[in-house]
Structure formats: structure tokens, C-alpha cells
């Protein structure tokens, strides 16, 4: 499957914006999805993840109560809803997907990179204050 990014930008502490990813490739409903982020400095780190169905989902706990994932499967569209965003979001963010709807009922392997097999190219958010 093959991922692209949208969305990214310059942004203001407390706005609501939206980043997409559209896939091509195998039915877009037996994979899972997941949104990284990499401030600068630091390591990839896990936001969000979704099965293929979209009925189930779990959250990085920082953004748990200001990010949404969601997804078209009718569309190949994964989302990542951002609200109240905060200067510390400010990251380069990448989706990626993994094979079989059903999220790791591990917690390490869902927050975890070498789950994903697919990568997106990463799209850069600044968040200013």
C-alpha cells in the first residue's frame, strides 16, 4: 500500500485542523492504521491508531482527549483531527499501516514503529504560540 500525507502547515496554539492520508493499493479495510509524529529532536512517536473497521482506536495519552482518528474506508482516507493544539505538537507527522484490521492486542506493539510496515512521507506541522 502506498501512503500520502496531507495537511500540514503553520498553525496557531489552539486551532482545529485536520490531517488526511489517502492509500492505494489492497482493500483499504484490512489494514491498520496508525498516525507517528517526530518533533524535532526526538524520537517517533506514537499518536494514534485505528483498526480496519474504525470501531476501534487508541490514543497516545497527551492527545488522547484532543486527537480523533477516523477513516473512509469508501474513500482510502485515514484522518487525524486536532483540537487544541499546543506548540509541543509541532512535528513532522506520518501515517502508516499495517496488515490485518485488528489492532495488536499488545500495547507495546501497537505504540510501536516496527509494527507499521507502511510509511507515508510525513507531512511537517508547526504549531506557534
Known amino acids: 500500500v502506498q501512503l500520502q500525507a496531507f495537511g500540514g502547515g503553520l498553525v496557531q496554539a489552539g486551532d482545529s485542523p485536520r490531517l488526511s492520508c489517502a492509500a492505494s493499493?489492497?482493500?483499504?479495510?484490512?489494514?491498520?492504521m496508525a498516525w507517528f509524529r517526530q518533533a524535532p529532536g526526538k524520537e517517533r512517536e506514537f499518536v494514534a491508531t485505528?483498526?480496519?473497521?474504525?470501531?476501534?482506536?487508541d490514543y497516545l495519552y497527551s492527545v488522547k482527549f484532543r486527537f480523533t482518528i477516523s477513516r473512509d474506508n469508501a474513500k482510502n482516507t485515514v484522518y487525524l483531527q486536532m483540537n487544541s493544539l499546543r506548540p509541543e505538537d509541532t512535528a513532522v507527522y506520518y501515517c502508516?499501516?499495517?496488515?490485518?484490521?485488528?489492532?495488536?492486542?499488545?500495547?507495546?506493539?501497537?505504540?510501536?514503529?516496527?509494527?507499521?510496515?507502511?510509511w507515508g512521507q510525513g507531512t511537517k506541522f508547526t504549531v506557534s504560540s
Open positions: 502508516a499501516a499495517k496488515s490485518g484490521p485488528v489492532l495488536s492486542p499488545s500495547l507495546r506493539r501497537r505504540i510501536s514503529r516496527d509494527t507499521y510496515y507502511y
Open positions: 493499493g489492497r482493500p483499504f479495510e484490512s489494514y491498520t
Open positions: 485505528i483498526s480496519g473497521s474504525g470501531q476501534a482506536t
